[in-house]
């Protein structure tokens, strides 16, 4: 065995107790849907893990009915307080099956066990956490005195990180007043599921929080519904734009975070072995399936093959493999259909004429897979480096001046995220300043708390989740 070479260490599906089959959470309680059910896989082995209900608009009508009762008569008469505990306890309850949580997400999503269980299972509680502290202190959220909840709230989350866009919808949610019902990604609804049950042994109140499985016209009954006041979506730019349209003249309250194409500026005096190590986790991190990924490696000139060259040998060590092992790096692809995009895109990619290198590693046969990769030689024209690729794909070009840098870095669609490396404080704030992005990182990248807004511009979508401001999305002005 070399230095680099370790030996299996997979995490035990043991303390997982997964039935057969999971019907939609409607009331506090599972209930059978109405459409036809299907299969959630492994994306790593394509074995069945669960048989998933599939809601249709009679089963769309049941949750928002239960959602209303439940605003109306209970929860948001309850005290801020009171609501707070019930999110202290869920939180707590998050923290006590963590390990189960964890296992389950990697199994269902194909990302790496540390990365469920370092980052986004403990993000969850923490976000529970954050906001439970919120809830009776709401005359503070920037909106006056006694600021009011919206209702019931329609939330559609993607598939890249189920359980921890989750939290994002459902914690400041709760905390504000309202009451949910909450759309998880087709391929990705298990840990949902799991929260449901979270949700019953925290014994909230039935129907505060309703979880509706299904593909996207399960989505589209849900945000469409004339009794939801709140629309919170999470997801591709495409159908953020369809929703738009849909909610337009409806008065429901509308947050969007949609797609992003990040630029990571690396300068001259950034601390390299620093860098390499932020821009590997910016966009190698998840496989690449990260919204605010940084897939657009913007290196100053002098430092471009120092960079490229120290960055292929870091790749080098990456391990790509069994998501429940503890050594793996890269996981895998959550779906086949998003496999086929990547695949796609990178061909694209090298017929533009930009030069396509990945670290030599051995793919399992079965399952959906793809080697962390890297393409020099691109230009801002090419379609690699304008279009959300959503995967390990890093696209890499160069400047020679910060001006440069900034013009090449909002030269996108989009405007979700960025990050900064340089020695110099000053360097950063001025180039900071005229980066069109939401969320800005300075000498590292992907890091993520409760306390902080996140969101973006442009086709990035609009609105802020986390912090005061994710707060304030579920609230209106209090009477005068």
Sequence with gaps: MSFLEYAPAPE???????????????GNEFVPGSGESFVTISPATEKPIARIANGDAADVDRAVAAARRAYDKTWSR?????????LFRIARLVQERARELAVAESLDNGKPIKESRDVDVPLVAAWFFYYAGWADKLDHAGLGANPRSLGVAAQVIPWNFPLLMLAWKIAPALAAGNTVVLKPAETTSLTALLFAEIVQQADLPAGVVNIVTGAGET??????????NKVAFTGSTAVGREIARSTAGTGKKLTLELGGKAANIVFDDAPIDQAIEGIVNGIFFNQGHVCCAGSRLLVQESIHDDVVDRLKTRLETLRVGDPLDKNTDVGAINSAEQLARIRELSEIGEAEGAERWSPACDLPENGFWFAPTIFTNVSTSHRIAREEIFGPVLSVLSFRTPAEAIAKANNTPYGLSAGIWSDKGSRILAVADKLRA??????TFNRFDPASPFGGYKESGYGREGGRQGLAAYLKGGLK
Excluded at 12 to 26: M, N, Q, R, V, W
């Design 12 to 26: 035990s599906t043991a303390i997982l107790d997964l039935k057969p089959e999971y019907g939609l959470f409607i």
């Design 438 to 443: 939401g969320v800005i990182w300075a000498n």
């Design 219 to 228: 989505g589209r009954l849900l945000v469409n519904h004339p009794d939801v």
């Design 78 to 86: 309850m005290s801020g307080r009171d609501r707070g505990k019930y």
